[in-house]
């Protein structure tokens, strides 16, 4: 009897784990901070969300079919985190057609046109985000608190707390409850409104280990201690930790954005470094830059170093201890 013999290139183990059952953790991972951001910012979030997340699939799947002449990959349900991230970055008054200039730098610009999901070197939601913060920063700033389906008797609109110490400094934000910050912070994108609903798909990441948390706490821990040392050295200059911890977009870019698979570092102590490297750039762009928010940046400037920290930092490789 002749032996059958499967002859295949390299990986040879292999896993239940595919990119779309990742992908759809992350989306099950955002899904509280989704409802708590609709729930009070109302049909307008909602028209933010439908759009972005339309927008990238539909981008996506024209792009391949059209201009790659290649399979279809918006069922790895890539695209639609994209969409959800970049919704979530914007604030919920953004007009419909500046969210889908939005989608088109994420999905045109910063993912397919380095060949798709696993090869590009930004992160897609982020790089949609900056280009429309530098394009329009009218919009991108109109923090304006709408009518949602759960009215806050304290909403108010204007700046966000950041907004508010970048404008007057420590006085400005003087009196600021961290509690309520921590469960609802109206006044800023929907990616901000509540820190436990965003903790909370977080601690789901790592119980279904979709990510580690080395990077996220990392980050954490550097945005601790820089801003802590300042606060103690002038604290009528510098904001505390907890404040800096809990407001703009540090938790959401620090569990979901900094994390993402293919724009960080493979080791564990790549990952580290990197996440000191975006907490320091968020701290230095918080307090001596002309952004109230550095997150995005952060995160951007350092996904350019990952090629070298993948480079200096090598996992052990299977089979060796």
Known sequence: MKDK???????????????????????????????????????????????????????????????????????????????????????CTTP??????????????????FGGIGQNVFNPALTGRVFLLIS??????????????????????????????????????AGTDYLRTLFLNIGGSAGEISAIALLIGFGYLLIRRVIKPWITLSIFATVFVFSGICWLANPAEFTDPVFNLLTGGLILGACFMATDYVTSPMSDWGGVIY??????????????????????????????VVPLLNRAFHQKKYGRN
């Open 5 to 91: 013999l499967i002859v295949s290139p390299s990986p040879h183990l292999h896993s239940k784990t595919s990119t779309r059952s990742l992908m759809l953790d992350v989306i099950i991972a955002l899904v509280p901070a989704i409802i708590v951001s609709v729930l009070f910012y109302g049909w307008h979030e909602l028209l933010v969300l439908g759009v972005s997340v339309a927008s990238c699939v539909l981008l996506e799947w024209a792009i391949t079919k059209y201009l790659l002449k290649a399979p279809s990959t918006i069922g790895d349900l890539s695209a639609v985190v994209t969409g959800l991230l970049l919704a979530m970055n914007l604030p």
């Open 96 to 113: 419909w057609w500046v969210v889908f200039i939005g989608a088109v730098v994420a999905i045109g610009v910063a993912k397919m046109t």
């Open 136 to 173: 329009f920063p009218t919009y991108m700033t109109d923090w304006t608190v709408p009518a949602g389906f759960i009215h806050s008797s304290d909403a108010v609109s204007g700046a966000t707390l950041l907004g508010r110490f970048a404008e007057g400094g420590v006085d400005a934000i």
């Open 275 to 304: 996440g000191i490297g975006i907490g320091i750039l968020v701290m230095l762009i918080r307090y001596f830059g002309s952004y109230p928010e550095g997150m995005s940046f952060a995160i951007l400037i350092m996904n350019m």
